[in-house]
């Protein structure tokens, strides 16, 4: 319905969206949003602050009576104001930035031309006890007399003319306004009630007491100012001078038919034009003008000017009149004289000044001055107490506008002078809104209120907009209009005027115009929604986590991409668009310039990464490796196998768990990677083709043509991180993520303040989500104290038994607005269902998950003493569990509800054929209600939880997640199988930033050794486990004695190790290590001329298809600090890709700062590494220069793949799984990264995958904090739906226990009877297969028990 | 004589199956009108008895889906 129509920012700005809107598909929470920017400058420019901006978005659409319904919210003059406004609000209009304004006023017509005010509704109105008397039916009083009748106050409008409308009928001429337009508008305010005495006079025919005295509570005197102002100059008494006033009064009264002769008129406003082609058309010889000041000074707008000329009259611009020339008192021409303009005064006014000596005359019949006028106040009387100004105006309160006489009011001209009806109205609206107050008791203010400022966050004037010129308007053909009073302005075509009205820029965002209120029937779009504003909330707070994201690099400022000037080069995140379902071309790739399938896209990494040069970057965003091989991948599937994605890189960083094998596999599947920079893109031809010119890395240059271009852009921290390290005083560090250490990842540098994401740097999903867990793990610990004490348990009634009731079904048939009453006969489906058997009560609702339809059903249900409830509408998926709450609240087990899915399962996918879906309806329905007659209430199950935590592993992970367990009050058992906690961590000496990782793990070793609530097993094996989430038994052997520990929870962190290799002469020679090995023996490193590291040894292989991930950053390390220390040894580090994510990037920049030589090797021609007699030999082969090198060396450093422990027996105790390098699988990579499937279970550290000290805490830390969500609370629901066995009927066969894949059945030993088998509901996950399986049909399962099932199917047959 | 519209009775699995037809509907896809639903939490849960009775009372079709 929006009318508005808005880049979407979700989409890249490659589609649009409404100014309405839902932020994206899966937004949070699911609604829409209105962008409301603010008030557009048109409607501020507007004296009566007309909503332009709404009722041009109507026209737009063609909506010509909503586009008057806006209107008439400000005013009841549409067609009148479409016809004479001079359209201040076009003076502001933005789309003058592209070209001209639009012609709003023209549109404002057009609208007006196409509705018939009778059929536009009259509102309700509450009647009050009040009456005003309005003076004059000009506009200022009949737009007071409208809002005040719509107001509920009795007005009536007295005028002294003959008929009602003012100056609009009396001063303005009909061929710019026909009688028709006016009569219509005037006509139409009656139905409001509105009584309008003509041909009255106050002040002759009644006076304003009696007005008083009969009962008027107030009185606005909105008379106008009829008096013409004299000239003041010789001569003016003469026959033949009528002020324009009066002449066009008698004109328009019928009194004057024919001017003859030639007519001259003084002035330049409107009714100096006015006069002028009155008395042209009334048969003038000439007409002209004369006017002191220049073209641009005139009142009249140019384009009245302009036809005026077109007419024929002649306009004297400069010229004062000086004296009347009489011939025996009747006019015979006048004396004028030159005049020139002054430099502009403090006003800004030019002043004309006669010229000396410049006169001359012009012959003439007629003289109509028309240079201004005053009110008429002889209507008040001698006695009148109403005071005036010196310019014979009426003297008001400007703000509300009230005389000095109580209860009596004035505006308009009768307190301006001459202006124009818009300026007329809104004095009639002030009028109305302060008359009202008055009237209510209200107290009215004493001083000038000033209107908020314009503001001017507006929407954007888009860059390339195209120019499109202003709407001409066609005028009749000036022959055939001099002679008469047809509207010179003819209608201009519909077509136009909607491509017009498209013009606008939708400055405000929303335009108001309330369609979408209108639209949604379910009113949760209210005008009090449209009025909402921004709130300022404080929330007490015991710690604070920031999680402000990233803000993708924008790469339109580096000038070698092109991205802005070439459509064909767009972002990886435009590109995510391109392929998303939900995307701008329903996931169809198409290349931006054409719309074609693309069919070779190039990818090119590191844009804005790894960049100190042009974007200051030189960090590696992490993950853009990665995505772009996804993009390519999901690009290949969406276009086809013939599709050529082209990767082109520095190093392939796939670092990630997994990351290698769908490198390898992208390769395999035809992603073809090329290590090289981009040298430069061209458009090749019109059709946005590209070419791109690379280097290959044996020296090749190559020009090669690609559809598109994808540029892969780096990551930076979003905007509102600086804004927020202010606020909370918290340190950036250089790179203006939030600054942080190894140790503890996600403190910010003030306590209670902690981050997670890429905020604190570059990283993936996997390690923000458990970031964010251990950012909320560590809020935890500070608050555990409060645990709880916020929370407002939810109380539902006592659940009322139906024990021996017969069932009395309730049955709601949902319309879900218009998706399942447009399709199926609702109505009918009710009818059918009440005449089911058990059906006690039918009603259909038009949204039944709404509000008040939930608070209906509760009544009904109570009411009707109802106990089976069926709801037909969408899926059970989603709103069962709404229902289920529904009556609950009515006092109803939950499981005695059940929905007949007619929306999703019918009337969406049988919208062709009406009578079909209905039928099925019926069917669904009745299979529903068999069902729940035979529903049964079942008893809600929780289990008690052992609020205790095992962590098996003691090293950095296990530690820190016990630390932060316990730290949270939850007791803790660490099992370690060596004699010593510190694992892995132990051989590491420093972390890559420095930091002495030793004292660390001593630190934590103490922490764990003292904390009152962790106890240590040392020389122990977890050697079976059992249990379930709240109630693991796992049992432990120290020493070869064995013991079972009870626990809620449990953390698995068993670590692993790096692999022994024979490789390159390890074990052979003393002069080949591995890791930490060399850096140990500063006695080797004093006396080593030359050291060569070895990357990737057993790593990135067939046999271990994995990165092993902190090896390079490792090597580089240690490369460093012997370079440091000193710079004469050679030292050389043989790679494959080099992978020092985020800001370990800078770390390589520094080793080659430093001269440690970097030499890429590849998998099919390895370095080979020879002893000699002084030392070792290493040759490789430098992919670069092409040639075999050979490199002296006095040591050889491994750094050899991270390799798992030996997971795999406590995978099978506790059922959770290993991957195939028996590294623990979590539940989701992305989005529960430290969870298992099974509930209670949680991984960090080494065990889950390689990975260095911080992202072990932090994972540590975030399966503390996920342990904690089952340790927090002394018992938790699970679902009740699990399965029964009749031990009577169940013969020991054990079938079920075989089929269980959760454990949920065992045999037991019933005395008597031998095994019989048994539930363990908490493990049953109420799949039923047991109960399928069963041969003796023992088992049942709840919910879904046979006979209700069969019930169901009878219905449907 | 009209032509012959089959009666089909459907199991499907809750966390699969019937998810797959509750987006069928939110794609608005078409299909013909002739499948009744009966939801399971798992296709396991189809005792074969289920398939047999549903013939028996006249369905022409079965679907297990899961």
Redesign the interface.
């Known amino acids: 319905m929006c009318p508005v129509e808005r880049p979407s920012e979700y989409d890249m700005s490659l589609a649009n969206r409404k100014a309405t809107y839902k932020p994206y598909a899966q937004a949070i929470p699911s609604g829409f949003v209105i962008e409301k920017l603010d008030t557009a400058p048109c409607r501020m420019g507007c004296p009566a602050h007309l909503n332009v901006q709404g009722y041009v978005a109507m026209v737009k659409q063609g909506k010509y009576k909503e586009a008057i319904e806006i209107i008439m919210q400000d005013l009841p003059f549409p067609g009148i104001l479409g016809r004479v406004c001079p359209h201040k609000c076009e003076a502001g209009c933005r789309r003058m930035e592209v070209d001209s304004a639009v012609s709003i006023r023209e549109l404002k017509r057009v609208a007006a031309d196409h509705v018939d005010l009778n059929d536009l509704p009259v509102p309700a109105i509450t009647p009050k006890n009040k009456k005003v008397a309005v003076i004059g039916s000009g506009p200022a009083g009949l737009t007071a007399a409208y809002f005040l009748a719509l107001d509920g106050f009795k007005v009536s409008v007295y005028e002294s003319m003959p008929e009602a409308g003012g100056m609009m009928r009396y001063g303005i001429p009909e061929h710019r306004l026909p009688r028709t337009v006016l009569d219509a508008e005037i006509n139409n305010l009656k139905r409001f009630g509105i009584e309008i005495h003509t041909n009255t006079a106050i002040g002759k025919d009644i006076s304003l007491k009696e007005l008083k005295d009969h009962g008027a509570d107030a009185i606005f005197i909105a008379v106008g100012a009829w008096r013409s102002l004299k000239l003041r100059i010789p001569g003016e008494e003469a026959d033949g001078v009528t002020d324009v006033t009066t002449f066009l009064r008698e004109v328009h009264l019928g009194n004057l038919h024919k001017v003859n002769g030639k007519v001259i008129v003084i002035g330049g406003g409107h009714s100096a034009l006015d006069g002028a082609r009155v008395a042209l058309r009334l048969g003038a010889e000439e007409a002209h003008i004369i006017y002191r000041r220049s073209r641009s000074e005139m009142l009249a707008e140019p384009e009245e000017v302009e036809e005026a000329e077109k007419e024929g009259i002649k306009i004297h611009f400069l010229t004062a009149p000086v004296k009347v020339l009489n011939e025996k008192g009747r006019v015979a021409g006048i004396e004028c004289i030159r005049t020139e303009l002054t430099e502009p005064d403090s006003t800004g006014r030019r002043k004309p000044v006669p010229i000396e000596g410049s006169n001359f005359t012009i012959d003439a019949n007629h003289i109509i001055p028309a240079i201004g006028q005053e009110p008429d106040l002889s209507f008040l009387g001698k006695d009148s107490i109403v005071e005036t100004t010196t310019w014979n105006n009426v003297k008001v309160n400007q703000e509300t506008l009230q005389t000095n006489d109580d209860g009596i009011f004035a505006g308009g001209d009768v307190i301006t002078g001459p202006a124009t009806v818009i300026e007329a109205v809104e004095a009639g609206q002030r009028a109305a809104k302060y008359i009202g107050l008055y009237l209510q008791g209200e107290k009215l203010p004493k001083e000038w209120q000033d209107e908020p400022a314009m503001g001017d966050n507006w929407v954007p004037v888009p860059e390339n907009e195209p120019v499109q010129e202003r709407m001409k308007i066609p005028t009749l053909d000036v022959q055939k209009r001099i002679t008469n009073f047809e509207e010179v302005a003819l209608a201009v075509d519909v077509k136009d005027a909607q491509a017009e009205a498209a013009r606008c820029l939708d400055c405000g965002g929303c335009c108001e115009c309330y369609q979408c209120v209108s639209a949604c029937t379910a009113k949760a779009v209210t005008i009090e929604t449209h009025a909402e504003q921004e709130r300022i909330v404080s929330i007490h707070v015991g710690s604070v986590i920031l999680t402000p994201g990233l803000k993708p690099f924008n790469p339109d400022k580096l000038d070698n991409y092109q991205h802005k000037q070439y459509r064909n080069v767009v972002t990886s995140i435009e590109f995510e668009r391109i392929l998303s379902a939900g995307g701008p071309s329903a996931g169809h790739v198409l290349r931006p310039s054409d719309n074609k399938e693309p069919e070779k896209i190039a990818w090119l990494q590191c844009v804005g990464s790894r960049d100190s040069n042009k974007s200051a970057n030189e960090y590696c965003s992490g993950v853009c490796c990665m995505y772009a091989i996804k993009e390519s991948v999901i690009a290949k599937e969406h276009i086809g196998e013939h599709f050529e994605p082209t990767i082109f890189f520095m190093d392939m960083r796939t670092h990630g768990k997994d990351f290698e094998k769908y490198y390898e596999r992208a390769k395999k599947d035809g992603v073809r990677f090329i290590r090289s920079r981009v040298h430069s893109i061209t458009e090749k031809d019109e059709s946005g083709t590209l070419d791109l010119r690379y280097v290959t890395e044996a020296g090749e240059i190559v020009n090669e043509q690609f559809d598109m271009v994808v540029l892969s852009v780096g990551m930076e921290p979003s905007d509102s991180v600086k804004d927020l390290a202010e606020t909370f005083g918290i340190e950036l560090n250089e790179y203006k993520f939030v600054k942080t250490n190894e140790m503890t990842p996600v403190n910010t540098s003030r306590p209670g303040v902690f981050v997670a994401g890429v905020a604190q740097g570059c990283k993936d999903i996997p390690q923000s989500v458990m970031e964010a867990s251990a950012a909320a793990c560590i809020a935890g610990i500070g608050l555990s104290s409060a645990r709880g004490t916020q929370v407002q348990a939810k109380k539902f009634p006592a659940e009322t038994s139906i024990e021996g009731q017969d069932a009395r079904i309730g049955v709601f048939v949902c319309n879900c607005g218009v998706n399942i009453g447009g399709v199926a006969d609702v109505p009918s489906v009710v009818e059918y269902a009440k005449n089911l058997p058990g059906v006690a009560y039918v009603e259909q609702n038009l949204f039944s998950c709404s509000q008040d339809t939930q608070e209906k059903i509760v009544g009904v249900i109570k009411e009707k003493k109802l106990n089976r409830i069926v709801v037909a509408a969408c899926t059970p998926r989603t709103h069962e569990p709404l229902f289920q709450e529904t009556i609950r609240n009515a006092g109803l087990n939950p499981y005695l509800f059940e929905m007949a899915n007619i929306r999703n399962q019918c009337t969406w996918v049988h919208s062709n054929n009406k009578e079909l879906a209905t039928q099925k309806a019926k069917d669904l329905v009745k299979m529903a209600v068999s069902r729940a007659s035979l529903l049964e209430s079942i008893p809600a199950l929780s289990v008690d939880v052992d609020r205790t935590a095992l962590v098996v592993g003691g090293g950095v992970a296990g530690m820190t997640a016990a630390i932060s367990l316990a730290d949270q009050g939850f007791p803790t058992t660490i099992v370690e199988k060596t004699s010593a906690l510190g694992g892995a961590a132990k051989d590491v000496v420093k972390t890559w930033k420095g930091e002495d990782v030793q004292a660390f793990v001593s630190s934590l070793v103490e922490q764990v050794e003292k904390h009152p609530d962790i106890s240590i097993l040392l020389n122990s094996e977890v050697t079976a486990a059992s249990g379930f989430v709240g109630n693991f038994e796992t049992t432990v052997t120290t020493n070869g004695s064995t013991k079972t520990i009870k626990h809620g929870a449990g953390v698995i962190a068993t670590g692993a190790h790096a692999t022994e290799t024979d490789e390159y002469l390890y074990g052979k020679s003393p002069r080949v290590t591995k890791w930490h090995e060399l850096e140990k023996d500063p006695e080797k490193l004093k006396s080593a001329e030359s050291i060569v590291f070895i990357q990737c040894v057993g790593s990135r292989t067939e046999e271990r298809p994995y990165c092993s991930r902190i090896c390079c950053t490792s090597s580089i390390s240690q490369a460093v600090a012997i370079k440091q220390e000193n710079p004469d040894t050679g030292v050389y580090i043989l790679y494959r890709d080099i992978r020092a994510y985020a800001e370990r990037e800078v770390l390589y920049k520094k080793a080659r700062e430093l001269g440690v030589i970097f030499i890429r090797y590849s998998l099919d021609n390895k370095p080979v590494v020879e002893e000699t007699k002084d030392g070792l030999s290493v040759k490789v082969f430098d992919p670069i220069l092409q040639q075999l090198l050979e490199i002296e060396a006095d040591y050889v450093n491994l750094a050899t793949a991270i390799e798992a422990n030996h997971n795999e027996a406590i995978s099978a105790f506790y059922k959770i799984p290993v991957n195939e390098e028996k590294f623990f699988m979590e539940a989701h990579a992305k989005l529960r990264p430290v969870d298992f499937a099974t509930d209670g279970l949680y991984v960090c550290g080494l065990a889950h995958y390689p990975k260095p000290l911080d992202e072990s805490i932090s994972q540590a830390m975030a399966a503390a904090g996920r342990a904690a969500t089952v340790l927090g609370k002394s018992s938790i629901q699970v679902s009740p739906l699990v399965s029964k066995v009749n031990e009577e009927k169940c013969i020991g066969c054990g079938l079920c226990a075989e089929v269980c894949a959760f454990s949920a059945i065992t045999l037991e030993e019933v005395e008597g009877k031998g095994k019989r088998a048994k539930n363990i509901p908490a493990s049953c996950k109420g799949c039923g297969l047991c109960a399928a399986s069963c041969p003796q049909k023992a088992i049942m399962m709840l919910h879904f028990k046979d006979e209700q099932i069969i019930a169901s199917i009878c219905a449907a047959a | 004589m009209a032509e012959f519209e089959p009666?089909i009775?459907a199991f499907l699995c809750?966390w699969c199956a019937?998810?797959g037809?509750?987006l069928?509907?939110?794609s608005?896809?078409?299909?013909p009108?002739n499948?009744?639903?009966?939801?399971?939490?798992?296709s396991?849960?189809?005792?074969p008895?289920?398939v047999v009775?549903?013939l028996k009372?006249?369905?022409d079709g079965v679907l297990v889906a899961g």
């Not at chain 2, 499948?35 to 798992?42: A, D, E, N, W, Y």
């Not at chain 2, 396991?44 to 005792?47: L, P, Q």
């Open positions: 009666k009775v809750n019937y998810a037809a509750d069928a509907g939110v608005r896809m078409q299909y009108s499948l009744r639903t009966v939801r399971v939490m798992c396991g849960r189809v005792d008895s289920f009775k549903a009372e006249g369905c």
